[in-house]
């Protein structure tokens, strides 16, 4: 399920911007030109930290490929978005110790740089995944958006460690091959695929082991800190149903809470809560629902901890219920899904 982030809140850094335009004045379109015709004053660039709305960004996206005719902007964008530009978030997952656990922080607080997408990390037999998905009114933009995140983690990789991470991985993509699909021939040979079910980057989970060469614990949890404050600024301008789901993410280990102590949380009435959610055409039911389905196979794939206890932790009184609503997600039992992940892990 995308969180929906209102289009009005400041969310995208104006370096990301302020990059984007440079690769347009390279190709024959004046900075001040680009600006005028998304409606974004220049002095909203003047510092690199200051903040644009989504609403903005997007304008100057879809200006910045209108005027250039440059279809493939999103992948160049992303090959000019070095890992220093992202900041804390970038620190503190190229300082963790392995390629595993820095793609969980990743994960964790990606949402403070690219806050318009939805991404999910999970195993899948041979294969760690991590997939993407555009929030739904940036459809026009998905190639472009997918590409900048796309081509911004593989510079990272090639940094880090060559080729090697493309050695039996893939890149799959949910749309038609765009005209610069050559681009991504280059980048991934003949490990791309277009028209897929969603859109994906594929490597060999053996690689979560590898060690990261720059690994500081110190670094990470400074990082960390600024993330965390990035996360509740952004957090505290969202909308409730992103309030919602970050209340059930900040559990950690805990046992995930029911309707009426999230509205607690957040100061107001279960009823109150409910039909906000309404507005927003979702549920609590179905936020509730997708962290479930999110934390169970995490901790099936990666715990030894017994089926019923998994089920308290979220938030099921009866595991049977579990079970159901595992099923229904996965197409099989827990105790299945586990014997598949693991017995995978350990081949």
């Known amino acids: 399920m995308n969180t929906q ?7 995208i850094r104006a370096h ?3 990059i984007l335009c440079q690769l347009t004045e390279e190709r024959g379109v004046p900075r001040a030109a680009l600006l005028r015709a998304a409606g974004v004053p220049e002095d909203a660039l003047r510092s690199p930290d200051s903040l644009l709305t989504l609403s903005q960004f997007m304008r100057v996206v879809r200006q910045a490929l209108a005027l250039t005719g440059d279809s493939g902007l999103g992948l160049e964008l992303g090959h000019r978005l070095k890992f220093t530009t992202h900041g804390s978030l970038a620190q503190a997952a190229i300082s963790s110790d392995t390629i595993g656990e820095g793609l969980s922080v990743f994960i964790k607080y990606y949402r403070i740089r690219f806050a318009y997408m939805d991404m999910r990390f999970f195993l899948e037999d041979d294969d760690a995944v991590i997939q993407v998905d555009v929030q739904p009114d940036l459809q026009d933009l998905q190639h472009f958006n997918v590409e900048v995140l796309i081509g911004s983690l593989m510079d990272v ?3 880090l460690f060559g080729t090697r991470l493309l050695e039996g991985g893939c890149c799959r993509l949910a749309y038609p091959p765009p005209p610069h699909a050559q681009a991504y021939r280059d980048l991934f040979g ?3 695929e277009f028209n897929a079910a969603a859109s994906q980057l594929r490597f060999r989970k053996t690689y979560l082991g590898l060690e990261l060469a720059l690994s500081n614990p110190v670094a990470r949890r400074m990082a960390e800190v600024e993330c965390e ?3 509740r600024r952004l957090a505290a301008l969202e909308g409730t149903a992103s309030k919602v789901r970050a209340i059930l993410l900040a559990v950690g280990d805990g046992r995930l809470p029911g309707l009426e102590l999230v509205a607690e949380r957040m100061h107001v009435s279960a009823r109150t809560l409910r039909r906000q959610l309404s507005n927003e055409q979702t549920s609590f039911q179905l936020i509730l629902d997708t962290v479930r389905s999110e934390r169970a196979r995490k901790l099936l794939a990666e715990t030894q901890r ?8 979220l938030g099921y009184s009866d595991p049977s219920n579990f079970g159901r609503a ?5 197409g099989m039992s827990p105790t299945a899904f586990r014997e598949r992940q693991q017995g995978t892990t350990e081949s």
Do not use: T
């Open 157 to 159: 990789a090639f940094l």
């Open 190 to 192: 003949d490990r791309v």
């Open 229 to 231: 404050a990035e996360l």
């Open 5 to 11: 982030l209102d289009m009005d809140i400041p969310a």
């Open 306 to 313: 017994g089926i019923d206890d998994i089920a308290y932790q």
């Open 326 to 330: 595992f099923r229904k997600w996965e």
């Open 16 to 18: 990301y911007a302020d």
